[in-house]
């Protein structure tokens, strides 16, 4: 699974299907990608950065960091029914009926293509897409039977 962004790109996969070890069940590899050089000189705050100004709590600050903003620190990703029915208890019947369609469009559809079927203004869709993540659910669902634990960041 993939989340672009202007400046990076988070990707996950999952190590027990990438490997074909079963003792990687439960493993999911989180990577970081920064599109620019100009990005990578900002984030270190040095014009020649080298693999030594990587350090280990550095990369666990900034894979944190993409986790928190994607609404995935600390949560679990929920079933669609467990989403639906997060999203009905926080913000009531119908509201979370419009929430619920609105992230499973979110999941299948990039944000630019949800503004442009839906005439939303980008502001007012990432203002509907907070309050879902306030209710304490990430911008994703899981098909298993069951939600699937927060992440955790181990080194």
Not at 21 to 44: C, G, M, N, P, Y
Not at 45 to 62: H, I, M, Y
Not at 123 to 139: C, F, H
């Amino acid at each position: 699974m993939e989340f672009h962004a202007s400046k990076k790109t988070a990707e996950f996969s999952d190590k027990e299907n990438e490997s074909g070890f079963i003792e990687a069940h439960w493993i999911l590899r989180q990577e970081i990608t920064l599109i620019r050089a100009k990005d990578i000189q900002q984030l270190f705050g040095n014009k020649k950065p080298t693999l030594l100004d990587v350090s280990k709590e550095f990369v666990a600050e900034q894979l944190q960091d993409e986790l928190a903003k994607l609404g995935l620190l600390g949560n679990s990703i929920a079933t669609h029914d467990a989403a639906l029915k997060k999203l009905c208890e926080t913000q009531g019947e119908l509201a979370g009926l419009y929430y619920h369609a609105l992230l499973i469009n979110k999941i299948d559809k990039s944000r630019k293509e949800i503004v442009k079927e839906t005439r939303m203004h980008p502001r007012s869709l990432d203002r509907k897409l907070q309050k879902i993540v306030q209710a304490g659910i990430p911008l994703t669902l899981t098909d298993r039977e069951e939600p699937l634990p927060p992440l955790t960041i181990n080194l």
